[in-house]
Each structure stands twice: as structure tokens, then as C-alpha cells.
């Protein structure tokens, strides 16, 4: 499948070339020819005889970014200079800060937000701990915890190479939630270490999402932190993936006209997103699920299940299906993928219920092409922006944290995570829906604000926040 070129592999060429004539356009068409897209010409510097222009284009992967400047380069009278990564440029010295939230001019501004007056604020903290939810930014603070050991399709990357990520999850809770969230990457892989430092840094949080931690030990890990803190723990790439999975798959059934309780579902993966995923679509009403892994389908019959994946099997497949993914898609109503690429087909698709439902996620490769599956199913879904109904984890964590937080909730509950996945379906309207508009836009101005209100309200939290207790 031939990938479009994306921002994300965008570059500005820095070049000279002749004033005058075709040279610009025959520049522009040269690029176009060879499957990149101009965005931009700006020129830097003109006179008689040579222009400067900075020259950005889209790619469709750094090779091809590479390929796409020997193409500029091989345009009669060009000149290279400086290639920039664009993407790179994004990253200089970092994408958060921290800001002081008041200002210190003078004495008086100095004593009391640091010494002598701070010691006042503690003496109250040490005396009532609670109060350190108002007077400190614990209120509205989110630790983003990993290890580096799953990070996006890189794998096992480790904590450096983990930390932009993180850095972008903490700019994405506070454009989209106002949150205040902290990267916390960890040197250790141990679990042990791991739950050790959470629960000792956990006092100055109000909530911790745990990011690209592998499976199995993400849920030992999650299992355990949730026991002995007394705030929320949240791992995004369980709970946050099943929740947009959900919306999706909500809003999929109202365009074919079919209800959860009734369809067969057939998975593909058991990992950490998919397990979450099958906890949700259960608790949700599905009635009829069955899940395949590396080994086919999981049933109980099946040697060498145990831990997550033996509770997979007691809780799902209740007709006692064995064989391969490709034979139980057969018939399916829906398909989800959290896996490898092409493991079905477009025939594949074609073997499915009328009115067949696709989600293919795996990214950037997906389950199946989607524009094959098009062909056959009513719906088709990926992780993928360059496709219609992108499955898209921060439609879901940056309300959820802000219903969290709002309600002082000290625990993440399933109930909470299904009111989120309801609010998030129910952001597109009746009338805004169709087979290519299952999922709103994270954009959306409603989205962050119906999953925060959901969320809030299954914590126990008021329906809607005083106007005095709101974040600044």
C-alpha cells in the first residue's frame, strides 16, 4: 500500500535558482512528478540574475524526502544549500515549558510565593494532606510515566528515545484539557522499580497515565499501582485505545442499523489494547466475540493459555470456534485488528455479514488494505490520519483525565470508561452521520468537554463544575 506524503515527513529545501522564465514551475513540477507535494515557496533573497527560495514539500518517508531533494537538485541551474527536517525543527529543545503561574516583581511577591510565607501553606499541608489538592498544583497535575518499552511501532527504544513522545502526550493534555502533565521516563524495566518510583512520586499528582509499557507487565503493573495509590491510574494504550474503539464501533452499528447485544465481532490481537478492548466491548453488551492471536483462535481448549489470555478465552467465544483468523471472520458482523498487517484481504472482507464492519488499526500497515476492504464492508475504520474514521487515542485521555480530576476521583472505573466512550459517540450528531464520519475530529469543540463531563459525572462528580472551582 503506497502511502501519501504527510507532514511528518516534511522538509524545506533552502536553494538558488534563476530569476525569470519557467525555472520555479518547472521546479514545483519536477517535485509533483516524483510523488512529493509543494506546500510552500517563499523566496529569501532576489536579484537580477538568481533568486534564494526556501522550498517545503511533504514526503512520504525520509527516503523519500532524500530522493525528492536529488530530484530539485538535478533541475538546470539549482542550487542546494541547507536541508531542514521539519519535523526535527518542531522538536529543538523540546515542545513543553514550565510557566510560572504567578508573577514575582518585587519583595512582597517573593515572600509569599516562596519563603517566608510558603511555610505557612505547608504547616496547613502537613496538618490536613488533602489540602494539597487546593493549594498546590497536584489539582491539575498528570504524570506520564513509561519505560520505553512499546513506544508507538519502534518497540523497546528505551527512556531517551521514549521522552519526545512522552513530551508531545503532555502537550496534547494541555492543549486539549488544560492539564498540566510531566514525562517521567524511567532507566528500568523491572516492575518492581517501576511501581516503586510511581508510588513514590505519585504524592505531587492527581492522576498517572502509564505510556508504551509492554505487555504483559503493563497490566502486573497497572494491577498493582491501582491497589496502593490513592489517585487514578490510567494506561493509555489499554483504556484509551478501547474507549475510541468503542465510540467507533457505536457509531459503525447506528449507519449499518445493527445493535451490539446482536453482531459477531472477531479480533485480531490479545495484546495489551486488545485485552482492554474485549474488557469494554463486553461490559458495553457484546454478546458474541471471539479473539485471535499469532495462534489462531483463542478458546479454552487451547494449550498453553494462561494469565491475561487464559481470561480471554473463559470470556469469550461462547460457541467454541477453533481454527484460523481467516476462517472466523467468516459471517462476522465486525472485524477488529489490533495486530500485524495483512493478515486478511479484501476476499477476506468479502466473506463477512452484509453490511460488514471493518476496523483495521494496526499502523502504519493495517490488518487489511482499507481501500480493498471499502470494496466489501459498510464501514471501514484505521489508526491512520490519511483515511476516513481514524482511531485516535487522544479523542478520549485528555477528557477522561479532566473528568478525573474534576471529580477528585481517586480510582479509574469501567463504568467510567463506557460513560466516555458514549459521550465521545454522542458527539456526532444524527444528522453529521455516515460510513466516513464515525469519529468527530479531535478538534471538535466538544469533544474533550462531553467525555470530561461523562467521565465526572460516573466518578460521582457534579454534572457541571461551579464557575469558582473551574482551573484556571
Known sequence: MSALPSVSYSITVRLEMPAGGASVSGLTTAVEQAGGSVTALDVTASGHERLRIDVTCAARDTDHADELVEVMRTVPGVVIGKVSDRTFLAHIGGKIAMNSKRPIRNRDDLSMIYTPGVARVSSAIAKNPEDARRLTIKRNSVAVITDGSAVLGLGNVGPYAALPVMEGKAALFKRFADIDAWPLCLDTQDVEEIITVVRSVAPGFAGINLEDISAPRCFEI??????QLDIPVFHDDQHGTAIVVLAALINALRVVGKRIEDVRIVMSGAGAAGTAIIHLLLAAGAQNLVVSDIDGVVHTGRPGIEGELAWVAEHTNKIGMTGTL?????????????????????????????????????????EVDPAEASQYAAVVATGRSDFPNQINNVLAFPGVFRGLLDAQSNEVTTPMLVAAAHALAGVVSDDELNAAYITPSVFH??????????VRTAAGGPAELPKDTEVE
Open 222 to 227: 497497572e494491577a498493582r499501582l491501582r491497589e
Open 445 to 454: 469543540s466538544d469533544v474533550h468537554t462531553a467525555v470530561a463531563a461523562a
Open 326 to 366: 481467516k476462517e472466523a471472520v467468516v459471517d462476522a458482523d465486525v472485524f477488529i485488528g489490533v495486530s500485524a498487517p495483512d493478515v486478511l484481504t479484501g476476499e477476506d472482507v468479502s466473506r463477512m455479514a452484509d453490511q460488514a464492519i471493518v476496523f483495521a488499526l494496526a499502523n502504519p500497515d493495517p
